[in-house]
């Protein structure tokens, strides 16, 4: 006859049993599970500082509208038309 194995100590058995534990929890609302710990949200950097750099942003402003206005003109020249005002 042969040896019969004891079904508390065989790995496919506890395995089993582990598998049938977690479905019926998560079907049936078991045990809940640890509280994981809340990771801040991340930063999000903003590409221009806020704030304090008034002077500096107008300046640059004022400096891309003249870069824009020179660009216009110099294609408005090489077209063939009048520069704008």
Do not use: C, Y
Not at 3 to 16: C, E, G, I, R, V
Not at 29 to 34: S, W
């Amino acid at each position: 006859m042969a040896k019969k194995s004891s079904t508390q100590d065989d790995p496919s058995t506890l395995a089993f049993s582990a598998v049938e534990d977690a479905l019926k929890d998560s079907i049936f609302g078991g045990p809940a599970e640890e509280p994981r710990a809340s990771q801040p949200e991340p930063m999000i950097s903003s590409p221009r500082p806020q704030g304090g750099g008034g002077v500096r942003n107008e300046r640059g402003r004022v400096a891309d509208k003249q870069a824009a206005r020179q660009q216009v003109a110099e294609w408005a020249k090489s077209h063939g038309l009048p520069e704008p005002p």
